[in-house]
Structure formats: structure tokens, C-alpha cells
């Protein structure tokens, strides 16, 4: 197998003890796994997940949701405020798979409200610290207005509450990063026990891979929607939710530079390719990814010591590399990058993108089709 | 006009006016413009080109090279140095057109002289202080070795020195911009005078928006090849490059949220759409691009005053809003986004495309296509 441009190369392998380490987790803590699809978007990687056992997903917008029902996919949470605008499209899909969607907003469950014919089940997001979308726990006003609407609406069915703690990103280390689900779990239960004597079923989600990862155990939520975890990269490796071996995924990058006297070399493969996710250090040392040798069927053991990208444009990746390595490389070898951040290489990727093992069947797609176009 | 998820939006009368700006600039300096296509890489934007005269173009692809050369380019530069895996793409394409390559090392070049069936033209790229890509001014053995490759081989022909000054996107001031020209000026030119003894057509090619915007000229260049001047960019406003008036690019991003207590809104528009590419202040503080209103036709005016983005996620922007603006947007509404990186958020959007007017005839494309798909 090769490839002459920056492709996307997957360790199933890797991926398989990735979803089954969380799903013993989840198990372990009496909470369904419903994975954030919105990291691979790739109906063969999903496909890993359903040989597992997994049935319910989540994703981030209505386009993805609609992306895996194609794929038969029926069981979906879209994990973003609805949109006004998508309203049509969202309902439709409603009528052909089991949808759920988050509210933080009375206006807009009015709409959704006055708009739906099918089924919708509802989550209303809570803020719990992160401070991106969601209603704080405090406004319970609010929250019984969309209660109140759900209530008087036929085609809606509240679900309960969710959150994504996203500052474990920016956590200083990991007793931080259990604080913040410590936080968000009392917050949630709290909600809970409050709400269900009104709606006995509902349930509470709690998302983020930095937190579900680290963490012991995710007892006290009824589900969990981690997504980054089946591939990891660069930044969750910093953050400690795994170790460089867990990382299944790095980007084929052709060299096409030597440059001795700096120590460094170009490739092709920037932040097109990447994306422009970086973790910065003091003196304005980056890292835009660290460095893997693939051997035969782009397989690669444990990063190069000494080598990283230290800076990308638009298609260009530059790669400071150790002298005892730099005389072994030559233009035309093709090096392996391990991303900073996995979901954004994935979703500039993804149509270059190939397996190299333990391929799973599914149905012609999209990724089905560009293996054979791109790979000779 | 509307459209229900994040879409770039392109103001073709600026795109004329900024376009019309450089080919004046370029014709007082004598230069010829070599435009990089890699900004907008859209055939339809192309076009406004073609209108205006301009007849040879960079891209920083193979790839591109073969999108362009589909709709009647015919004279391309592939700014980057030749990738060997590339070679005989490279090569069936210089059998259709008008093709220049990179080089900066006589092994790639002592490959690609062996390899090459069709006439392709050579440029060595020279390092006058970016560190990217290139040989330094003062590596004569490797330019030697390179042009007696090509000087050996029918189908090679050198067409001369080639640099970008990419170190101008981290230049301190318009004076340290000008700064970096005159000296790439004064290296370029002392290659030039050494090599045109033996190679008397040679030219000297230049780049980067930075300087080509921000010198009164540029003259002692034969050729300049910026790309970002057709969009211009947040980041071009803050080096001094162009006005927040002459930014021809937005998105539109429709409003999911409202948050009155931190004076913000989230809306569906992230880094999928825009690219992780921000400008980083004091204390913590970034921009991710600024805030335009849209009139009727998707057209804006100046910015917001106050109002920026924040934060982005893979699919969220979070934008602070000025509190007299707050109360006037509600879910459901579409505002716009100034980018800080147009190429980026160009590459990530441009399927998701169109041009609220003069738009020029082009023969049927994927940004044909999409404009029906997109925009109810």
C-alpha cells in the first residue's frame, strides 16, 4: 500500500481496545455509551462501534445525523441547540429514525413546538462551567418554560438533562479535570431529583473524553457521550486521558525537504491537512504533531524521541527532527504525523482515508469508494 | 437569499476592486501577476481573473494544478517543492499544459530529469529568510548542481529563482514588512544578475500578500505571486495589508443562542467552517473573527464595534456581542463572520459557496452545482 498525498491512516486495532475500554466503563457505571460520532464521521469507523454492542450515537449537526441514518443509525442525539433554520430538515429525519435534541432556550422550543409532526425527544442542555451553550442550573425559570412546552406539545418527549463539561480541556491536571465532573455530576443529580417527580424517565448525560477518560468511574450519570476517545491525539495525550500507544490515528505525509543545517524537513501535509490545533509551550515552542515510522502496512510503534511539526501552512508541515534521524530520511519517504487534535484531522480528511486492518463490511459509501481511488 | 447552515459568502465587487489594486501595483512595479490560486480555490472566483487579464497563476498542489487546468488555465506554477510521489501526475499534466515546478535539491532534480516525457518548467526556490522551503542564497554548490541538471535535460527548462517571504505574517510593522522585501529584493536580484550569464531568460519570482499590499511597489521582481489580497482576511487587516472595507469574504452563520448574562451568543459556525487560525492578545484574549450585520443581498458593512468571536469548537462559535446589539438578535438570525485566515476558511467552505453578485459565467462546476443545492 502507498499513498503520494497526506492521507488518514486508522489502527483498528487501537480503535477496538479504544471502544472497549470505555464501554467497560460505561458498563462498570450503569451509563449508556452514546458516542460523539462527530470525531471520525466516517461510517466505517462506526461500524467498529455497532460490532461492539453500540446503538445509540451523537453527533453535532443535522447534516452528520442525516450522514448515519443513511447508515442505519437509528437511535441519534444531536448534540447542538437546535438551529430555527433546520427545523424541516430536522423534523423529516424525525420521522424516519429516533431523534433527540437539545434546548436552552423557551423561544425556541415555542417554535420547535409549533413546527414538529413527528416525534422529538428533548434534552435540555445545561451549563455546568464549560459556558458555551446550555442554561445554568440556576435558571429555573427558563427550564420549567421548556418544560411547560414539552408538556403541551404531543410530538415532544422530554428526555431529561444534558451537559458537556468542555473546560476539562483547559484543566490544569487531572484532580482539576475530576473536580469539574465532581461538579457537573452534583449539578446534574440535583436537577434530576428535582425534575423526575414531575417526568419520572428522565435521565441525565454528561459528555467530554478528558473526564470519562481519567475518571474511575462515571457513576451518578445515566449516560455518557465521549467521542474523541476512539481515536485520541496529541492534546488528550497532554491532558493525560491516554497514553501516545492508545493514539490510532496519524496522517501519511510525503517528504518532500531536507534541511541539514536546521535540523528539519518539509512535508507535504499542513493545515489542510491538520488543521491549525496546536499546543503551545513557553518561548513560542509549538507542537502541531508528533512524529511516527510506519512500517509495511503503515503501522508505527511509539513517536520518534526528539521530533515533532513545529509549524504548518497552508500544505506544508515543518518537522524538526533529531540528527540521528535526519540522515536516514530521503524526499520521497512518507512519515507519519500523530495529530493535536484528532476530530478536526479526521473531518478535513476523511475522504482520504483507508484502514489498515480488521477492515469491517458495510454498505458502499463514500470511504468505501476512495479507498480505491486513492490507494494503489 | 438565505441559507440554513454556515456558508461563505464572497463580495465580488471588492474581490474586482482588490484584484484591480495588485494588477495596477504589479504593472507600475513592471512585474507580471502570478496570482496564487491556493486562497480561494474556486474556479468561479478564477474567473473575476481571467476578466481582468490575467492569464498564469499559482496553485500549492498537484491536485489544485489539475482543478485549474480543467477550466482553462493553462500557464500554472506548483509552488511547492516537487513531490516525488507526484512525478508522473506532474508530468501527464505538463503534457497539457503550461507547467512550472519547485526544486531545492539536486536529488529530487536528478529524479525528475530522469522521469520527465514533457517540457516542464523549473524554478529554484530560494530561503531569503522564512525557513520554510528553499536553498539559502548562499548554497551555490546545490543551485549549481541543480541547473546543470536541468541545463542536461531536453525537457527541463529553468525558468529562474523563486521565494516566498512568509516571515512577513510575523513582521513587527509595515517597516519590518518592507524591511524583509528589500532584503529578498537585494538577494533575489544578486541571483539573478550571477545566473543570467549562463541562463539570460531568467526571471525572479515573489510572494506573499503582506509585502505586495503594503510597498508602494515592487519593482526589482519580474514576477508576484500573492493570494490572500482577493479575499484579504482579519489578520491581513491587523498586519496592515488592506482595510476592514476591502475584506471580500464572509460567513454566514446562523444565531442558536443568546447568553444576556456574559453578554454573548453562540452561533452554528465553528472550526469546521472558519479554521482554528486566530489572533492572540494579552491575558488569554483571542479573536476568531469579527462581526458583520448582513443587508438583504448578503452584503455588510463595516463591523461590529465590541463584537468578536471568542471561541470556537469543532461546530459552536461564541461570539461577545455589545449590549445594545443583544437584545436586537434573536435565534433564528444570520450574521456574518470576517475571517482571520480566508485561505483556511475558503478551503473548509468552498463547496458551501456563492457569490451574491456579478457573478461571471463559467462552464458547469461543483460551485455551479452547489448554489442550487444550498440556497432555497
Redesign the interface.
Known amino acids: 500500500m ?4 497526506p492521507a488518514l491512516i486508522i489502527d483498528t486495532g487501537k480503535v477496538e481496545s479504544n471502544i472497549e475500554r470505555m464501554l467497560s466503563k460505561a458498563s462498570k457505571s450503569k451509563a449508556v455509551l452514546r458516542p460523539h460520532f ?1 470525531t471520525h464521521q466516517s461510517a466505517r469507523t462506526g461500524e467498529i462501534f455497532r460490532k461492539k454492542g453500540v446503538e445509540k450515537i451523537t453527533v ?4 452528520m445525523a442525516e450522514y448515519f441514518a443513511k447508515y442505519g443509525w437509528n437511535d441519534i442525539t444531536i448534540a ?7 427545523i424541516e ?1 430536522t423534523d423529516n429525519l424525525a420521522g424516519k429514525i429516533k431523534l433527540n435534541i437539545l434546548l ?2 423557551p ?2 422550543a415555542s ?1 420547535i413546538a409549533k413546527n414538529t409532526k413527528n416525534n422529538i425527544g428533548v434534552f435540555i442542555e445545561i451549563d455546568t462551567g464549560y ?3 446550555g442554561l ?1 442550573p440556576g435558571q429555573e425559570n427558563e427550564i420549567e418554560k421548556i418544560t411547560d412546552i414539552i408538556s403541551n406539545t404531543k410530538n415532544l418527549n422530554f428526555k431529561g438533562f444534558l451537559t458537556h463539561a ?1 473546560h476539562t480541556y483547559n484543566a490544569n491536571g487531572k484532580e482539576k479535570i475530576i473536580e469539574i465532573l465532581n461538579d457537573a455530576k452534583q449539578k446534574m443529580t440535583a436537577l434530576k431529583n428535582k425534575w423526575q417527580q414531575r417526568f419520572p424517565d428522565i435521565i441525565v448525560s454528561y459528555g467530554d473524553t478528558p473526564s470519562c477518560s481519567i475518571a474511575d468511574n462515571c457513576n451518578g450519570f445515566d449516560e455518557i457521550r465521549p467521542g474523541n476517545f476512539v481515536y485520541y491525539d496529541v492534546m488528550q495525550y497532554h491532558l493525560g486521558s491516554c497514553n501516545l500507544s492508545d493514539i490510532a490515528v496519524s496522517v501519511a505525509a ?1 517528504v ?4 541539514k ?2 535540523s528539519e524537513i ?1 512535508v ?1 501535509g499542513g ?2 491537512h491538520l ?3 496546536f499546543i503551545a509551550g513557553d518561548n513560542n515552542f509549538s507542537i502541531f504533531g508528533y512524529i511516527v515510522k510506519y512500517n509495511g502496512n503503515f503501522c508505527w510503534n511509539e513517536p520518534l524521541n526528539g521530533a515533532w511539526v513545529k ?1 504548518i ?4 508541515g ?1 518537522v524538526h527532527m533529531p540528527a540521528n534521524e535526519l540522515g536516514k530520511i ?3 519517504d ?1 512519515i507519519g504525523i500523530l495529530p493535536v ?1 484528532s ?2 484531522t479526521a ?2 480528511l476523511n475522504k482520504k482515508f483507508f484502514i489498515p486492518s480488521n477492515e469491517p463490511n458495510i454498505s458502499p459509501g463514500r470511504h468505501q469508494t476512495t479507498r480505491k481511488n486513492l490507494i494503489k
Not at 447542538?80 to 433546520?86: G, R, S
Open positions: 502507498k499513498t503520494d498525498f462527530k453535532s449537526s443535522v447534516q447542538f441547540p437546535l438551529n430555527l433554520l433546520e430538515k436552552d432556550s423561544f425556541v417554535e459556558h458555551r451553550t445554568l468542555g510525503p518532500t525537504g531536507i534541511y543545517n536546521r518539509a507535504y493545515a489542510v488543521s491549525k490545533e509549524s501552512s497552508q500544505e506544508h515543518i530521503k524526499q520521497g512518507v487534535h476530530c478536526l473531518n478535513l
